[in-house]
């Protein structure tokens, strides 16, 4: 029992596998998302092809953690109810979703705009551009990525503010059922 609030404190792990494909996923965002933010500050040619090159393979990679990460929630990763089962375990949830799709999403419009500006990836190989011609189709692809991206870290954030409420707060234990052991 917490003696502060008087409420039994109950704390379930998550699975390894979970958390590891959890945290992972948050520092490829966090390192995607950063890159982006970067990639115009280095110059045209190998620099800017580098980083470029660095965000579109770890994009590569985060759609893989994604993926994985999916198969294991559906087949067989550790499932913990909410702590509320009102408003706040209902808001807990939507959140959750909302951030899956975020992460789709974005994953999606940035394999789009590699196809829709036809991209070449360390000098490997090349992606051929879709429309090489329409320029506005390039931009609104590449706005909406970042829009879709700074949202996604927007909520992440929320998400993360929240978990630290829970446990500096509430004391409910929500945080360490993420946390390695």
């Known amino acids: 029992m917490n003696a502060e609030n008087g409420s039994h404190l109950r704390i379930e792990h998550y699975d ?4 590891f494909l959890h945290w992972l996923s ?8 950063l890159a982006g933010q970067s990639i115009g500050f280095f110059p045209r040619g190998a620099p800017r092809l580098t980083v470029r090159s660095l965000h579109i393979v770890v994009g590569a990679a985060l759609a893989i953690v994604l993926l994985l990460r999916l198969l294991w929630r559906q087949t ?3 499932r913990l109810a909410t702590t509320d089962a009102g408003l706040l375990g209902r808001s807990a949830t939507a959140m959750h979703h909302l951030l899956y799709a975020l992460l789709i999403g974005v994953v999606v419009i940035g394999f789009a705009c590699v196809w829709i500006r036809g991209d070449t990836v360390f000098n490997w190989f090349t992606v051929p ?12 692809a590449v706005e909406l ?3 879709v991206a700074n949202l996604l870290l927007t909520l992440a954030g929320i998400h993360a503010i929240a978990a630290a409420w829970h446990h500096r707060v509430l ?10 052991r």
């Open 129 to 140: 551009a879709f429309d090489p011609g329409n320029k506005a189709l390039r931009h609104n």
């Open 26 to 33: 948050a520092a490829l965002v966090i390192g995607l998302w």
């Open 76 to 78: 067989r990763g550790t």
């Open 171 to 180: 004391k409910d234990g929500v945080l360490q059922r993420m946390l390695p």
């Open 16 to 19: 390894s596998t979970t958390i």
């Open 145 to 147: 990525h970042a829009w």
